[in-house]
């Protein structure tokens, strides 16, 4: 009962609040076992990199020590930099196992103990037997002996150690996959019953919103439905509610009380509708009448406006029209009256207007000749002069363009220079390596020669031991062998090595006379600058003087151009106008006027106003311009021996 007189948003807001309930706690749950899920795999990432940190170092702990022992047998530098390289790499591989065991305090105190084991390795056996076996004479039996007593064990020790470290976080990195597991299967089995539990509730819901909200406003419709097909004892449903539904329910008890009322009403209706009738029967006789009268008012009105149309605007209406209507025959007749003076006057003024609109046609005509001839001398004296500056501007970017490229040669001379002077330093630079290369290769010799001399003692030392010498006895002759190879490299190297230095030698002497000959060429294009650069900065004065007399002659251009325009509409208009004057006279003369008007007045006007020849002033501009380029010869043929008309 509660629930029904709850409003359906309120009842909308509960169920979707419970199904977010529902979500946000099964939401909650899974995103605590994805955050376990995701720190457990963090962990276990963890322990696999402190693992392989581990393998590390220990790898590099064996190639030190194997190193060692390979540098006191052979005495290698390569040998004897591969024990610092990988002891290097070992404490590095170190320093980030215990930065990745930083939270396992067990597991940096066992990291410390093999960095101890290591530290006292290098600093008791390695690094001592090392510096005596590359620094003195000592026989290989008394190094091998340096440091054993005090580092025996420690490499054992280191073993062990990174043995237990990685056993323990392989146990950890297990421990962590199966908590991750557990986690994995708690998300499944929460998402399944969590989806399961949403689903049900929100059918649950679905159906008590079935049945507070859909069930009766279904009802509310059918009652609706029957009152609108015309059934006004139906019973409301849900008058009760103090919803929505309700305030609806009211509603249509309103309608349906709205709807009897109508029923009452028309009844009255239809008797209104009967005295409405007669009364439109007197109205339509009274209506005939007056047609009547109308007609006869619009047939005369037609009559005079009949006249009116073949020009007779001396027609009056005599017949008087009903009272009502009277006053439209009085204001024709005015009207035509008043229409008839206006036409007589048009007439006489139509007739003035012709004889003028003649004269100023002919001077029109004229005044266009003239304008159109002084036009097309100006802008033939523009498009000229904007030839010659275009010419000339052309010739001084043309010219610029030179003297941006012949900076551009001094440039790359004065480089090439600088190159030619590197290449005789970089000749002599390999010429001073040559030299050094040949020393090397005569120490490389001598180190052959001795290496030989060595295996031929161990030669002879193998074949003094008899049976158990054999196998060293062919050691000492590949040795020798070798050694003979690399004497006869090093002599075939030392001649080419000579025969470089020579080339380089003729090479140093070729490029250095190179660098005279561009030095001399970098002169001479400094020169051709120089000059190039006085011919750009006259050319761009010259230009930029074009220009602006070319602007004031496209001013001048532009202006007489607008007045030619303008003369040219002028005499468009008095033809217009003469035309028009021409065709109100022949107009006028369709009607009928019932007076003689008044003779035409004609009016002849003299054009005799000479205009004065005057000297033109793009032609004087042309002339100046021709001063500027010509010379006083061109200045002679420039004369124009033609006047120009102005207006």
Known sequence: ???????????????????????????????????????????????????????????????????????????????????????????KAIAAAKQTAASQPELVSMIDDMQKAADLYFHELAEPQAKARKETETPIAEVVKIGVNATKGQLDGFRAASAKIKSLARDKSIALAAAQADANSDLKTTLLAGGIAAAVAAAALAWALSRTIVRPIVGMTAAMDRLAGGDHHIEVPATDRQDEVGRMAQSVLVFKDAAIEKQQLAGETDRMRGEAERQRQMSDEQKAREEGEIRFAVEALAGGLAGLAVGDVAARIHTPFAPQYDSLRNDFNNAVEKLQAALQSVGRNASAINAGAGEIRSAADDLAHRTEQQAAAVEETAAALEEVTTTVRDSAKRAEDVGNLVERTRLGAEKSGEVVRKAVSAMQQIEKSSGEISN????????????????????????????????????????????QRSANAAKEIKALINTSSEQVNSGVGLVGETGKALEAIVAEVQEINRHVGAIVTATREQSIGLQEINTAVNNM?????????????????????????????????????????????????????????????????????????GGKQATAAAVVQEDWTEF
């Open 1 to 91: 009962m509660f629930a029904r007189n709850i409003s359906l948003n309120g009842k909308l807001a509960a169920t979707f609040a419970a199904l977010i309930l529902i979500f946000v706690s099964v939401s909650a749950f899974v995103y605590s076992k994805a955050t376990t899920s995701a720190s457990a795999s963090a962990e276990q990432e963890k322990s696999e990199l402190l693992v392989n940190q581990i393998d590390d170092a220990l790898q590099a702990m064996l190639e030190q020590a194997v190193n060692l022992r390979g540098f006191i047998l052979f005495r290698s530098d390569s040998t004897y930099g591969d024990i610092f390289a990988n002891r290097e790499r070992m404490l």
């Open 440 to 483: 090397i290769i005569g120490v490389i010799d001598d180190i052959a020669f001795q290496t030989n001399l060595l295996a031929l003692n161990a030669g002879v030392e193998a074949a003094r031991a008899g049976e158990a010498g054999k196998g060293f006895a062919v050691v000492a002759q590949e040795v020798r062998e070798l050694a």
């Open 557 to 629: 251009d532009q202006g007489t151009q607008q007045n030619a325009a303008m003369v040219e509409e002028q005499t468009a208009a008095s033809h217009a106008l003469a035309q028009e004057a021409s065709a109100l006279d022949d107009l006028l003369r369709q009607f009928k006027l019932g007076a003689q008007t008044a003779a035409p007045v004609q009016r002849t006007v003299a054009a005799t106003a000479a205009s004065r020849p005057v000297a033109s002033p793009a032609r004087a501009l042309a002339s100046k311009v021709t001063k500027a380029f």
